[in-house]
């Protein structure tokens, strides 16, 4: 069972995610950055496609950066936070 900290729960909300107690940390980090690739490969189509002014792609870039902060986390950073907030050590 693992327990994601509130400020986990909240990034995850922001992104369509609900993990429960038994979703590993694994499959909810891989989902968020499946997102994150999609946003990103989103991004660049709109560049090339003339949506986007190439001033501004480097600032939408990080924005996205920073909108997933989640994911500069390891995996292993992940498993021992959400095991750590179990309340069973």
Not at 43 to 65: F, I
Request: aromatic share 12%.
């Amino acid at each position: 069972m693992w327990c994601y900290p509130p400020e986990f729960l909240e990034s995850l909300t922001g992104f369509g995610l609900a993990p429960t107690p038994a979703t590993p940390p694994r499959l909810v980090r891989d989902a968020v950055n499946d997102l994150y690739r999609y946003q990103l490969r989103t991004l660049r189509d709109r560049l090339r496609a003339g949506g986007v002014e190439p001033g501004s792609y480097h600032g939408l870039v990080v924005a996205l950066r920073k909108r997933y902060w989640i994911l500069t986390l390891p995996l292993a950073a992940w498993e021992r936070i959400c095991r750590g907030h179990r309340g069973d050590g």
